[in-house]
T-cell receptor, first 114, second 107 residues
């Protein structure tokens, strides 16, 4: 019963490097989203998707790209990592019947940019 | 714009004492509100939603549109309630979270 799986769990990058955070869900959920969690700021929405082929920006999309080629996968790409992107990243999913309110979260990816 | 405010970063209560975690919101439409909880070393999970008017693990929350609040309450705190609690508001196609309140239940 995997639910939402995020990889990697930890990553250290140098400024300017690029990388992709992976997110996969096995519940056939239409809605998927990416959040970042920073101390004192709660969770902030980066990007979200309401279905395969459809993505949109959240509150803090700058510096991140997403795509949704399949229902299962929703990768988050950092194009050129910056120290301000040091954070814990969470992927979440939900089925359309609940609207876009996230029901299932992954374990998170702790990302440090040096 | 939609906004969720949780004024307390940390709330410490003794075991058996009542708990109230505050949440205020700002939204021009008809709000849908939720509480999420994150226990130590566990995933963030949905605790309850105002539409369901349910009680989960002894917690309840009532939506007060006049005061734009959705406070989370429990009459008698238990040690296992210690966790991070997030209030969230669902607007058009997105969900906004508050900054969270850490609840510490003292034995």
């Amino acid at each position: 019963n995997a639910g939402v799986t995020q990889t990697p769990k930890f990553q250290v990058l140098k400024t300017g490097q690029s990388m992709t955070l992976q997110c996969a869900q096995d519940m056939n959920h239409e809605y998927m989203s990416w959040y970042r969690q920073d101390p004192g700021m709660g969770l902030r929405l980066i990007h979200y998707s309401v279905g395969a082929g459809i993505t949109d920006q959240g509150e803090v999309p700058n510096g991140y790209n997403v795509s949704r080629s399949t229902t299962e996968d929703f990768p988050l790409r950092l194009l050129s990592a910056a120290p301000s992107q040091t954070s814990v990243y969470f992927c979440a999913s939900s089925y359309r019947g609940t609207g876009n309110q996230p029901q299932h979260f992954g374990d998170g990816t702790r990302l440090s940019i040096l | 714009a939609q906004r969720v405010t949780q004024p307390e970063k940390l709330l410490s209560v003794f075991k058996g004492a009542p708990v109230e975690l505050k949440c205020n919101y700002s939204y021009s439409g008809s709000p849908e509100l939720f509480w999420y909880v994150q226990y130590s070393r566990q995933r963030l999970q949905l605790l309850l939603r105002h539409i369901s008017r349910e009680s989960i693990k002894g917690f309840t929350a009532d939506l007060n549109k006049g005061e734009t609040s959705f406070h989370l309450k429990k009459p008698f705190a238990q040690e296992e309630d210690s966790a991070m609690y997030y209030c969230a508001l669902r607007g058009y196609q997105k969900v906004t979270f508050g900054t969270g309140t850490k609840l510490q239940v003292i034995p």
